[in-house]
């Protein structure tokens, strides 16, 4: 595990199934957690060491997102900005942070920021939440953000913006094609491959 993470993270050894039966039987006869007791879990488990208690702070807040408030974004700005990799920024970005935004839209000013950041986990989330949204995807902002980030040499950054595209591509192919050959001299050759993986 650890040498799949390129030895970012120590890992306990513990396979997802194993953690997710270890959550269930944890929680069990305890209710929905409140937003602090999701707050305050999400913390602990940052503090550790071990890979897995991090994994298990994510299922813990995408399972009872429901719970939030437009408040806990500031907590997702933490949680995002340490101990960063895309295995953790990713199931947050599209799991956690895409419902907030569109639960409570107002929080689209704060994907407006975020994807300006120097913090390159902050703006691939920006870029990210959106990847579920599909009929409801706000096409003018995905495409802003893909353009302003667009001459950013960072891996993840390209890969972000190509996956976002790619996955609009699914709802509709035409406009993300007419994206891609309007802006293929901005657009990298990585972004533009997987933005047409489905468009054609």
């Not at 895309?86 to 689209?108: C, N």
């Not at 802003?144 to 950013?152: G, M, V």
């Not at 996956?163 to 699914?170: M, Q, S, T, V």
């Amino acid at each position: 595990m650890t040498a799949y993470m390129r030895g970012q993270f120590a890992f306990l050894g513990i396979n997802s199934a194993e953690r997710d039966a270890l959550l269930r039987a944890t929680a069990e006869g305890l209710g929905a957690p409140s937003e602090r007791d999701l707050t305050d879990l999400a913390r602990a488990c940052w503090r550790k060491k071990d890979r897995e208690y991090q994994y298990a702070a994510v299922t813990m807040l995408r399972r009872h997102f429901e719970s939030l408030s437009p408040r806990f974004i500031t907590v997702m700005e933490t949680l995002l900005g340490t101990k960063s990799w895309w295995d953790t920024v990713d199931e947050l970005a599209i799991h956690v942070v895409g419902p907030l935004v569109k639960r409570y839209p107002e929080l689209g000013a704060t994907m407006d920021a975020w994807v300006a950041s120097d913090n390159v986990w902050l703006a691939r989330t920006a870029i990210l939440h959106q990847v579920r949204f599909r009929d409801d995807t706000d096409e003018k902002k995905l495409f802003a953000y893909c353009l302003r980030r667009a001459p950013d040499t960072e891996f993840f950054i390209r890969k972000a913006i190509g996956w976002a595209l790619r996955e609009y591509g699914k709802t509709n192919p035409a406009a993300v094609k007419r994206f891609v050959k309007r802006n293929e001299a901005v657009l990298s050759g990585l972004s533009k491959r997987e933005a047409l993986k489905y468009a054609g």
